[in-house]
């Protein structure tokens, strides 16, 4: 199992996990969906206490990854399986990533 913290605008929004199985769930962060002001993340997961599960990696995140060249040249110089999609998020979108939302990863 494998977790990432994601940030939006520097304020912990969340919980993003890839279970043992390869499935993921995202949460919101209690204090993030208590303060009304604070955005959802994206429309396709909407500030809600309850869980978002996903077969696959949610769209919302995979759309932060790099495609095509960028993304082989990314996995082999970080010595990650190119289709290993959560690995490259958790490796790539720690710092400049386009947007409010950076993930960064958890110790299990």
């Given amino acids: ?28 962060d209690e204090a993030y969906f208590k303060y009304p002001a604070k955005p959802a993340i994206s429309l396709t997961l909407p500030k809600s206490q309850a869980e978002f599960h996903s077969d696959c990696l949610f769209p919302f995140f995979f759309n ?17 399986d190119e289709k290993d999609h959560f690995g490259i998020l958790l490796a790539t979108a720690q710092h400049d990533a386009i947007g409010a939302i950076i993930v960064k990863p958890v110790s299990v």
């Fill in 1 to 28: 199992m494998r977790k990432a913290n994601v940030y939006c605008k520097g304020i912990l929004a969340g919980e993003l996990v890839e279970t043992s199985d390869r499935k993921y769930v995202f949460r919101y």
């Fill in 64 to 80: 932060m990854l790099s495609e095509g060249n960028n993304r082989t040249i990314q996995a082999r110089l970080l010595h990650i």
